[in-house]
């Protein structure tokens, strides 16, 4: 069955911190990957997405991805966070073009300290 | 333009009721899926819409039922609640019906006393 996985259940960083958030999943066919942020007390949005292409994906507020296939890995980084990127973080696979059926993984839930 | 709405946010059940919750995608987004989230089990993918057709179902048992309707609204029911149903039941409308690329609403917050 496809899964996803995410390392880091809580991270807490300084401001100016650098951030990396691993996400691994298991499925040997074509995919397409999403992180999706919920910053709190609001609704889930995309942060972004890999379809094809370059592996290296560029999305909202600083925020890229790296896609390495080879390693099913899907790596969510940012060079300096700051204390609004303090939000739970989701890393997502959508397999074979499976329209809006998403497997999510658990969750990572990022505080940043001022 | 206007997200996607759902209704009701907050509602309480008692075990053995029925429930319905309503979901109006972005306006011409005609795919609609459905998504559970509990705080042990995560997000999980209920069933998805296009066109009045269900094209996904997860892992639910048969209490979950949902449909979708010509202007792309979409209603889920789950009958016969028990305490494990309670949980945020997110809609989500989609831009592209075939890549996952969703835009999700705030959510029905259900809890089953």
Redesign the interface.
């Known amino acids: 069955a496809q899964s996803v996985s995410q390392h880091n259940h809580h991270v807490i960083l300084s401001e100016a911190a650098s951030l990396e958030l691993g996400c691994n999943y298991s499925y040997g066919g074509t995919v397409n990957l999403f992180w999706y942020v919920q910053y709190p007390g609001q609704h889930l949005q995309l942060l972004l997405k890999y379809f094809s292409g370059d592996p290296l994906v560029k999305g909202i507020k600083g925020f890229e991805a790296e896609f390495i296939k080879s390693k099913f890995s899907f790596n969510l980084r940012k060079p300096s966070v700051q204390w609004s990127d303090t939000a739970e973080y989701f890393c997502a696979v959508n397999a074979d073009n499976q329209g809006g059926k998403l497997i999510f993984g658990q969750g990572t839930e990022l505080s940043v300290k001022p | 333009k206007a997200?996607?709405t759902q209704t009701p946010r907050y509602l309480i059940k008692t075990r053995g009721q029925q429930v319905t919750l309503s979901c109006s995608p972005i306006s011409g987004h005609r795919?609609?899926?459905w998504y559970q989230q509990t705080p042990g089990q995560?997000?999980?993918?209920l069933f998805?819409y296009?066109s009045e057709t269900q094209?996904?179902k997860?892992n639910f048992p048969g209490r979950f039922s949902g449909r979708q309707f010509s202007n792309s609204r979409s209603e889920m029911n789950v009958s016969t609640l028990e305490l494990g149903d309670s949980a945020l039941y997110?809609c989500?409308s989609?831009r592209d019906?075939?890549?996952?690329?969703?835009?999700?609403?705030?959510?029905s917050r259900l809890t089953v006393l």
Do not use: D, I, K, W
């Not at chain 2, 995560?42 to 993918?45: A, S, V």
């Open positions: 997200g996607v795919s609609v899926s995560g997000l999980q993918f998805e296009f094209r996904n997860g997110l989500a989609h019906p075939n890549t996952g690329e969703l835009f999700f609403g705030e959510g």
